[in-house]
């Protein structure tokens, strides 16, 4: 009977946009600023990819990460939910609980294969050495693998990387060069000089305690894109769809870049060729990611959702183009980035929207695109259906997208922000249409407009509270 009841709703799905199953890839950048991109106006860093691929669909001019910081951010895409449903409170903390209801759960469920590539950052991937920020041996404490969440196999770091060589421990400071352990250095070819090759302690794993150890060198993007596109043909020749999720390190510290990607940016100062180089590096793969697509004869019927986990690190040459502050924070530069979604048989090319979006928004949306509902209606999700704005329809948002982060949490509708970085004494307001930079705190002119945010805003935070204690399990 559920078999039957499914055939049907993906009967009517085919009639709306075009074919019943599309491949779905969720990729995203570490650290990428709004304005690092060209669809954003960058006229600098070079993306042509990327451009072409925001032209030939629909360019999110707001749209949100879910977090001020990655791990948060990651945990909405695949479930739909606030983070702090969840425990994820910032970066290296909480994991993904098997309660939760995740998207490629859902989705094997309609008979797609799906993989994880690049970055998890959602609980540890071994606990037989000591890997990256947590893991450790016989430590099991945030032991979450992604084939433990809904994926059938998965490419992945537990953290970060270099994103050249990424193995491999970048050299000390170089006074020469003007290098350092915080902004980035030239690629592992330019900088051994004679020293010992140490590695960065951060490991690429595909199995339960089975490291790669192969075809781990040059470019970090290119090494994840070797193993994304092998999983896609090989879907493709078994006439299955597929889910993909293809987190890039990218341009998150350690910022390392090949001589190729820097001499782009010779003019530059060093920090900026690393910097800038590294993300024309990952568009290039995106370019190669969007040809075998078409190669396979593919693209048509694939969704593509492109985004960053937050804003740019504090002190990089990364841009939040007009917006306030950086990563950590909720003001805009901190969680407003660069986004968009191509999908020739779905969606029209050559739109644009400045409608709010959020990476929670990702579940809810593909569940409606294929005509399947969630799997449990009394779980609160935070996230919106969007099929009727990207249908081209006159939509709006119904649903404010609340945030958190440590001290700092802020209530944002379609034209306002209530936002506070002392956890609820005090608190601004901001007219984001009209003031997008958020240089103008309005409070005190619209005490009414305060209350009301900050007693929906009280009533979620309760809500997630609730969740975090395991309410919805």
Excluded at 343 to 354: E, F, M, V
Aim: aromatic share 12%; proline share 6%.
């Amino acid at each position: 009977m559920k078999l039957s009841y499914c055939s049907v709703l993906l009967f009517f799905s085919t009639m709306i946009v075009g074919q019943s199953s599309p491949n779905i890839i969720l990729v995203m950048c570490d650290d990428l600023g709004w304005g690092d991109v060209g669809f954003n106006g960058n006229q600098v860093i070079q993306t042509p990819h990327l451009d072409r691929m925001a032209a030939k669909g629909i360019r999110f001019d707001r749209f949100y990460a879910a977090g001020a910081v990655c791990s948060p951010t990651r945990a909405s895409c695949i479930t739909g939910r606030n983070p702090y449903r969840m425990g994820i409170y910032t970066a290296n903390a909480g994991h993904m609980k098997t309660e939760e209801i995740t998207l490629p759960e859902i989705l094997r469920t309609q008979g797609y294969t799906s993989g994880h590539f690049g970055k998890w950052h959602l609980g540890t991937l071994t606990a037989m050495i000591q890997d990256a920020n947590r893991g450790r041996p016989r430590d099991y404490t945030h032991y979450s693998l992604p084939t433990a969440n809904g994926y059938d196999r998965y490419f992945c770091t537990e953290s970060k990387v270099p994103t050249w060589d990424p193995m491999i421990k970048p050299v000390e400071f170089d006074t020469e060069k003007g290098e350092s352990l915080r902004y980035g250095w030239a690629a592992i070819e330019d900088q051994r000089r004679g020293k010992e090759i140490e590695t960065y302690g951060t490991y690429y794993w595909e199995g339960p305690e089975s490291m790669v150890l192969k075809n781990v060198e040059g470019d970090n993007s290119r090494v994840i894109m070797d193993r994304v596109l092998p999983f896609i043909k090989s879907a493709v020749h078994a006439h299955r769809p597929f889910f993909a999720t293809v987190w890039f390190h990218t341009p998150h510290l350690p910022v390392v870049t090949g001589k190729k990607y820097r001499e782009q940016y010779a003019e530059y100062t060093h920090e900026e060729q690393l910097y800038y180089g590294t993300i024309s590096a990952m568009d290039e793969q995106m370019g190669r990611l969007w040809s075998m697509l078409e190669d396979l004869g593919v693209a048509e019927q694939t969704m593509i959702w492109f985004c960053s986990d937050n804003g740019p690190e504090n002190g990089t040459p990364g841009t939040t183009g007009p917006f306030r502050e950086r990563k950590r924070s909720l003001y805009e530069g901190g969680v407003r980035v660069p986004a968009f979604l191509v999908w020739p048989n779905g969606i029209d090319a050559g739109q644009s929207t400045a409608i709010p979006a959020v990476t929670s928004d990702y579940l809810p949306t593909i569940l409606s695109f294929l005509g399947q509902s969630y799997p449990d209606p009394d779980r609160p999700l935070d996230g919106q259906d969007l099929t009727a704005l990207l249908r081209g329809a006159d939509a709006k948002r119904s649903k404010p997208i609340g945030f958190q982060n440590r001290d700092r949490i802020s209530w944002v509708t379609e034209q306002y922000k209530l936002i506070s970085t002392d956890r609820g004494k005090t608190f601004e307001l901001y007219n984001l249409v009209q003031d997008p930079s958020e240089t103008t705190n309005i409070a005190e002119n619209h005490p009414q407009l305060v209350d009301q945010y900050r007693s929906a805003l009280e009533t979620w935070l309760e809500s997630c509270r609730k969740s975090d204690e395991g309410a919805d399990y």
